[in-house]
């Protein structure tokens, strides 16, 4: 089981770090990626980052500004979000690809690509 948390309030400009934590199973062999999911808008991909966390990839739109990271000894990806704009409010969801496969640059992009998701955290970036 995932769960994401670490989701609020937060001021354009400002920062945010949400986690996804797991249960159950342990995160060593499995690439994690984030998503989000705007009022009335598609799910979009956010980031991706691979089970050894030598590898991230980033949607053009956060690049720059989000930073994923993981801590296998936490069971615990992480996504740091700086220089937060109104447009990053949605809820943020995480997800894990299958056992050992990797990140890649257009397979992380799809959403069926992953086998399990969390529940999503909201993220709401307003004055």
């Known amino acids: 089981q995932l769960q994401a948390s670490g989701g609020g309030l937060v001021q354009p400009g400002g920062s945010l770090r949400v986690s996804c934590a797991a249960s159950?199973?342990?995160?060593?062999?499995?690439?994690i990626g984030w998503f989000r999911q705007a009022p009335g808008k598609e799910r979009e991909w956010v980031s991706c980052i691979s089970s050894s966390g030598g590898s991230s990839y980033y949607a053009d739109s956060v690049k720059g500004r989000f930073t994923i990271s993981r801590d296998n000894a936490k069971n615990t990806v992480y996504l740091q979000m700086n220089s937060l704009k109104p447009e990053d409010t949605a809820v943020y969801y995480c997800?894990?690809?299958?056992?050992?496969?990797?990140?890649?640059?257009?397979?992380?992009?799809?959403?069926?690509?992953?086998?399990?998701w969390g529940q999503g955290t909201q993220v709401t970036v307003s004055s």
């Open positions: 997800a894990a690809l299958p056992f050992l496969a990797q990140c890649t640059v257009v397979g992380s992009m799809d959403m069926f690509s992953y086998d399990y």
């Open positions: 159950g199973f342990s995160l060593d062999y499995y690439s």
